[in-house]
Every structure is written in C-alpha cells, then in structure tokens.
C-alpha cells in the first residue's frame, strides 16, 4: 500500500537545562485515500546535551484537555552519538480520531522527565489523520466511532448519528428522534436532563413558531441523545432552524426512507420488547432497551417506525385555480406577521383549524396512535408547516 506523509509544523526548538530539543518535522503517515489511517505519528528531530537512550513524553491538547493518554504517550529515542539526530514514532492508539481533524491542537513535551515546552500550537492545517478518509469517512469531523462493528455510529458529546449508505452517496442521520436544548451539548432544558417540547409546548418565547429568531443568542439546537423524550410541540420551522443550528438540517424524503430501510413494521404494538411504538400513549424515551434489534433500521437508526410522526425537508402544496384568488396566513402566533400565501389549493391544519390554501408539511413514519397504519411508507401530510402537536417530532441529518 502506498503511503505519503504531511507535514504538521515546522522545526521548533525546545530547550531544557542543559538539553536542546529541535524538533525538525512532524508528520502522520497515511495510506492512499480511502485506505486505513496510520496508527502512529512520525517524527524527527535533533537532541543534544544527553547522551544514550532518552524518554520523550508528547501530551496533545485541545482546549487544554489531554486527547491521548492524561499523561502523555512515553516514547524512547536514540539519538545519534555525533549529531544528535534521531527518528521515532508515537502510538495513536490512545488518541481520539478526531485528534487530527483540522482543528487547533497544542502539544507539551518532556524530555526524561523534564517539560521542555508547554502549549506549544500544533497546526491549523488539513491533518493527513483525517484526509485519509476523504474518499468514504466512518464518521464527520468531530465525531468518533463508537466501536468497529457495524452499524458504524458516530459520537460527539451526547449526540449520536448513524452512517447511511457508502461511498459518495453516503451520509449521517441522527441515531434517534432529536430532543431541543438551550445549549448544543444537550444539557440546558425545562429542567436538568428534560429537554424542551416533551409533553407540551414549554419552547422559551424567544424561540417562537415561525422560527423568527431575534438574534443567535435565541437559537436552540437539535441533538440526537439516548435516554430522554424525544421533543414534540414544535413547528416545521422551529425543527429545520434546530437542525441548522446543530450543523445540520431536516432529512429529505428519499433520505429518510432510505435510513428506515429494514425497520420491522410490527403492526399494533406498545413497544413491548423493544419492538416500534405504534399503539400507545405517548411517545417512549430514545434508545429504548432492545430497541437497537427491534425498532432499528439496517443502517442504526431507531424509531424511524411510530413513536413520533417525523417532519421532512419537503412541503406539498396542490395547484389554485389559477387567478390568486384563494389567500390564507400561517396562523394567529404575531412571529408570522399576517404573512399570507397565494393560489395553492390544498388545505392543511394550522393549530388552530383546518384552512384551505396552506401547504402541508411532510410528516413520515407514523407516530405512537395509528397502529397499523405506521410504517415506513406513512406519510401524513395535513398538517401545514405552522403546525405542532404531541405527535409530531424530527430526526436531523448531516450530509457529506
């Protein structure tokens, strides 16, 4: 397999007492795109004012936290008794595969026990740790693997996506029906642990139902997280903006009937064994126990079948009569300003009442009351983009 190599930084000199460290060039070793990352990081550089064997500790740093080892990867270097001059690799094997993503890294290194250097910026440049992956990655930038048996499921922090497909037309939907938070990590709710809209809509007011942000400080973000409600009570609009702002954005219809591939359709079912939630109360907590056999699609993605009815990219709207004469406006809430539509035909629930002239809403899956008639080809599509309820959630999506 052929390799390449790309450099990292240039020569920095490091001294310690009596010991002076030129770090000479930095690089990662990588297979041809595609191929399998290098597990560890080549390096070079000169040592004098030591004499014999010597301990290098590389501790790499984002944000001040250690990425690697807490305490650092121990490495043992030579250096050549005349010049000083030596070659070495360090194991990558404790280190997260986001490391080298693109992203500031900084790196303290000790030589026999003495720092030589702390702090000392690493980069920005196009990591060869990630660019081996350009031509079908496991997972986005940022994101981990969690584990090397399929499905491939992709972590960071609390939020989890799942791959779709491979090579070109692959891409990341979330692993579970999103919850909204005040904050992207998936902390900030109602109350500690409870995301917003679960059982009714508790959306703060500055995050209103046309999706009509003041400013970013308003924004709230959409996470994929095991082990809470899934949020409800929102709007088409509000779901696509805390889509956006996570990264990402509201699956397209053939995207979305792609990732429910395989989903077991169980009919009327509570949920019993883990199976999808078609005949119940309310929706059940994402990541449900045995869930990941039985309401799980080929690709990991879970509940794509009942639990929540999920709203799609798409709106669908029938053709007027031609002469703009049939006008409605989105609804009552004051973020919609009285903003109007012209000449569409169909009619779709607005909150309040069923209007003509409104647009629907792609809403897919099913949701926890319509037994039988949840599955993978439910499409519902009467209620228009202005309209939320306690059936109705999302999923989001983070293309390539």
């Given amino acids: 397999m052929s390799t390449t190599t790309v450099s990292l930084r ?50 790499f740093k984002k944000n001040g936290a250690a990425t690697c080892s807490p305490t650092g990867i121990d490495v043992m270097v030579t250096p050549d008794p005349a010049t000083g001059n030596f070659q070495a690799a360090i194991p990558l ?21 003495t720092m030589v250097v702390t702090g000392q910026p690493v980069g920005p440049v196009p990591y060869a740790r990630y660019a081996d992956k350009v031509g079908s990655p496991d997972c986005p930038v940022g994101y981990d693997r969690a584990g090397s048996a399929p499905p491939i499921v992709c972590l960071k922090g609390a939020d989890e996506i799942v791959k779709v497909g491979t090579g070109a ?28 809209g679960t059982a009714v809509n508790d959306y703060p007011a500055t995050f209103p139902s046309s999706g009509q942000v003041a400013n970013q400080a308003n924004l709230m973000y959409a996470v994929s997280k095991a082990k809470v409600l899934p949020s409800a009570n929102l709007t088409w609009f509000q779901a696509n903006l805390a889509c956006f702002a996570s990264g990402k954005r509201l699956p397209r219809g053939p995207e979305w009937l792609l990732a429910a591939t395989g989903t077991a359709d169980p009919g009327f079912s509570a949920g019993n064994e883990g199976s999808c939630v078609t005949g119940a109360g309310m929706a059940r907590s994402t990541g449900a126990t045995k869930a990941e056999n039985n309401c799980v ?33 989105w609804g009552s809430d004051a973020s919609y300003a009285q903003d109007s539509t012209w000449n569409i035909a169909s009619g779709a629930y607005n909150g ?19 037994a039988v008639q949840a599955g993978v080809f439910a499409l519902f599509l009467n209620g228009s983009p202005s309209n939320a309820g306690p059936a109705f959630g999302f999923r989001c999506v983070l293309p390539r």
Avoid: H
């Fill in 10 to 59: 240039t020569a920095v000199a490091m001294v310690a007492g009596a010991a002076a460290l030129v770090l000479s060039g930095v690089y990662v070793a990588r297979a041809a795109p595609g191929g399998e990352t290098a597990s560890t990081l080549s390096f070079a550089g000169t040592l004098t004012g030591v004499s014999g064997p010597q301990k290098l500790t590389f501790a």
């Fill in 93 to 113: 094997a404790t280190c997260a595969s986001s490391l080298f993503d693109g992203s500031d890294v900084a790196l303290d290194v000790s030589v026999g026990g």
């Fill in 169 to 196: 037309a692959a891409f990341w939907i979330d692993r579970y029906e999103a919850s909204v938070w005040s904050d992207p990590a998936g902390t900030v709710g109602v109350s500690p642990g409870v995301p917003y």
């Fill in 297 to 329: 699609s080929i690709w990991g993605a879970q509940d794509m079948i009942g639990n929540l009815g999920e709203v799609t990219d798409e709106w669908y709207a029938g053709l007027g009569n031609g002469n703009g004469s049939g006008v409605s406006t």
């Fill in 352 to 370: 309040l009442t069923t209007e003509l002239n409104l647009p629907a809403a792609a809403v897919r899956g099913g949701a926890w009351g319509d």
